[in-house]
């Protein structure tokens, strides 16, 4: 049911950098969630200047599988109201959320590889996607392009690296826009490595979650490439890009 209400009380908090931070939310009225893996929860939070309050939308970063729970991931964003709200709770803490929405999840494309690019935290509803594939055996081939700043935003990188060992049609690559000496990895804006590395597109479908400016110039990238479906999940108009 859309936009169902529900109470939850936060089961566990981990900072997995200086400012990204995962919330585990166990459900508790009703007691379990149904979504499709890439759609999101919204809260209504205090908003400082105003009397009503502000909604945001955070995406469900573990897979439908897991109904009784629910992660979201969430970028610290200094005096926002949201992100105010979210980085306030504790474990124990009771709170609630209206939900799941969006049609950002997979859809039926036949046997089309799967493309998926994300800049910083946009990295969640791709995090519940590959949970779900990895889940339902999926046998197309599936590459994630994630795009971050330096080494101390690096998070889930184990995690990734341990799913393409164990399904060799899952590849990754985190590219890092402004890296610190030593970095061995990929560098560069996540836009250049899909200018690079993606030469067709006849059997790709193509998913994009971040900033505004990653989600225009790719769209233009892979249109130019030829005709594919892209799905988009705008979660901001950018003023500086979290792989800029
Ligand atoms: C469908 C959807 C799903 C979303 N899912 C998530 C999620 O899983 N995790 C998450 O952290 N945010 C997510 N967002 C963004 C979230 O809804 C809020 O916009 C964000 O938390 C900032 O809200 P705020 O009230 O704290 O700050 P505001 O004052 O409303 O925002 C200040 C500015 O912060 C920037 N900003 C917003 N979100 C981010 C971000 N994630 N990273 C870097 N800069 C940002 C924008 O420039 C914005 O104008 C999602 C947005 C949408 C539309």
Excluded at 225 to 244: F, H, Q, S
Aim: net charge neutral.
């Amino acid at each position: 049911m859309p936009h169902q209400l529900h109470h939850a009380q936060v089961d566990q908090v981990r900072n997995l950098t200086h400012d990204v931070r995962e919330i585990g939310l166990r459900l508790t009225d009703p007691a379990e969630i149904h979504f499709k893996a890439g759609q999101f929860v919204s809260f209504d939070v205090p908003h400082p200047k105003f009397p009503r309050p502000a909604t945001r939308a955070y995406s469900i970063a573990s897979p439908p599988s897991q109904k009784g729970r629910i992660t979201l991931l969430l970028n610290l964003i200094p005096d926002g109201p949201g992100s105010t709200y979210l980085f306030g709770l504790k474990e124990g803490d009771e709170t609630q959320f209206k939900g799941p929405a969006g049609s950002f999840y997979l859809k039926e494309d036949g046997q089309r590889d799967l493309l998926f690019v994300a800049t910083g935290t946009g990295i969640a509803p791709f995090r519940s996607m590959l949970d779900h594939l990895l889940e339902s055996g999926f046998a197309r081939s599936v590459t994630l392009y994630w795009g971050l700043r330096s080494q101390k935003d690096l998070y889930y990188q184990k995690e990734f690296e341990a799913l393409a060992k164990q399904r060799p049609n899952f590849r990754f690559i985190t590219t890092l826009s402004r890296p610190e000496p030593g970095w061995t990895g990929t560098t560069g804006r996540v836009t250049t490595l899909v200018a690079d590395r993606v030469s067709s597109v006849t059997n790709l479908s193509v998913y994009l979650c971040g900033n505004s400016g990653m989600i225009g110039e790719i769209y233009g990238l892979i249109s130019q490439k030829g005709l594919c479906p892209i799905r988009k999940e705008k979660w901001y108009d950018d003023v500086g890009e979290a792989d800029d």
